[in-house]
């Protein structure tokens, strides 16, 4: 059932189905909101996504909350910001949330709702148990002192990327995320998709070679696609411009990979400024490569092709495009090896 609902006096129209955290956001009505991602679906953890709605008793959780018709809801009355000021002092108190210090400083939903709240300094301490941070896998952090149990992470690994690797373990204050039956990230079988750092809240899984590398807003971003493969993934690139260094991976929330990438999309982003990068020809002489010209390269190449084919015949011949070249390139690849050498041996590293 479509409808109207009124949302801090003004009316807009919903599908079935819709939540009034949903309703609101496509209408630009911000209701802070850590434990629901579109992809995770609701939790109804945080319960930061309160709001007040007329004829209802208590404060229900917007995220949850489906959109009726007629319904009056108030996203931002003094009692609702009286609890959401207490939901993230809670959080705040619970766990290490230095931002000064936090990779994520910046970009982290759990400072934006701080921030929108005027929440200064948290109002609570709690001394809670020492919690372990697992930094044993080659490309993920996870810093369980920063982690706000919102269950997003649990959500994505298990139903978004169907990985099954990350659980919630343990009970009260000893909660914590863990990796199959609780072992170390290394030891898990966990493939290093990063699902879970890019949609974590907060900086509690990060990338571990970014760490360090620049603030948020120091880098610029370049929108791009994987060169890896077929699929094409769509990502950003966070570029320290100084040092015109790559600095961290995300996916791009579209098609054909609404933000998900594999470990090589995710993670494999250091070749461009790799000092073991070729930059010009080698030719072997004597057993030891050594750098030529490029007129030297090409004729060598020439002479060499050319002999082979003469000799053997053009299906001896193989050629192989790339997904860092550019189309044009990959097109003279295909035109030479069918026009002038004669063979249909020519492929791509980027076919799936
Ligand atoms: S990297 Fe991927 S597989 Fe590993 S825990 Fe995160 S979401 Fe699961
Ligand atoms: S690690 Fe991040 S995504 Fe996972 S439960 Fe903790 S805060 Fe949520
Ligand atoms: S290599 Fe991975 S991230 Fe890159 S396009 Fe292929 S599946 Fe996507
Ligand atoms: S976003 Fe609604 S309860 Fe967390």
Excluded at 20 to 33: C, D, H, Q, W
Excluded at 292 to 298: G, I, K, N, P, T
Excluded at 304 to 322: L, Q, T, Y
Aim: hydrophobic letters at 35%; a negative charge; aromatic letters at 6%.
């Amino acid at each position: 059932m479509s409808g109207h609902l009124t949302l801090d006096g003004v009316a807009y129209p919903f599908q079935s189905g819709q939540t009034v955290l949903e309703v609101a956001r496509e209408n630009g009505i911000k209701i802070p909101a850590l434990c629901y991602h579109r992809k995770t679906g609701p939790a109804g953890r945080c319960r930061v996504c309160i709001v007040e709605v007329e004829g209802q008793a208590g404060l229900p959780t917007s995220c949850n909350l489906e959109a009726k018709d007629g319904m009056v809801v108030y996203t931002n009355t003094e009692a609702v910001l009286e609890v959401r000021r207490s939901v993230v002092n809670l959080l705040l108190a619970n766990g290490e949330h230095n931002c000064l210090s936090c990779e994520q400083n910046g970009r982290c939903e759990l400072q934006d709702a701080a921030y929108d709240l005027g929440i200064e300094i948290p109002a609570f301490t709690i001394i809670g148990p020492e919690v372990e941070i697992d930094d044993s896998s080659e490309m993920i952090v996870n810093d369980r002192r920063k982690c706000i149990q919102c269950g997003i992470c649990v959500a994505a690994c298990n139903n978004v990327v169907v990985n099954e690797v990350l659980g919630m373990g343990q009970r009260g204050f000893d909660s914590r995320i863990v990796c199959d039956l609780d072992v170390p990230m290394a030891e898990s079988t966990c493939v290093q998709c990063g699902e879970c750092v890019q949609l974590c809240p907060v900086g509690a899984f990060i990338e571990k070679k970014a760490i360090g590398q620049g603030r948020s807003w120091e880098l610029e971003t370049v929108d791009t696609t994987c060169p890896y493969c077929g699929v094409g993934c769509q990502l950003t690139l966070h570029v320290d411009t100084n040092a015109n260094r790559i600095v961290r991976v995300t996916g791009r929330e579209v098609v054909p990979n609404d933000g998900m990438l594999c470990v090589k999309g995710r993670f494999g982003y250091e070749f461009p400024s790799s000092p073991n990068r070729l930059t010009q020809p080698l030719i072997r002489k004597n057993g030891e490569l050594e750098p030529v010209s490029w007129e030297e390269a090409l004729d060598f190449t020439a002479e060499r092709i050319k002999k082979i084919v003469e000799e053997h015949g053009p299906d001896v011949f193989s050629a192989f495009g790339s997904g860092r070249t550019t189309n044009e390139s990959n097109y003279a690849i295909s035109k030479f090896t069918r026009a002038v050498i004669k063979t249909n041996n020519v492929d791509h590293c980027a076919r799936t």
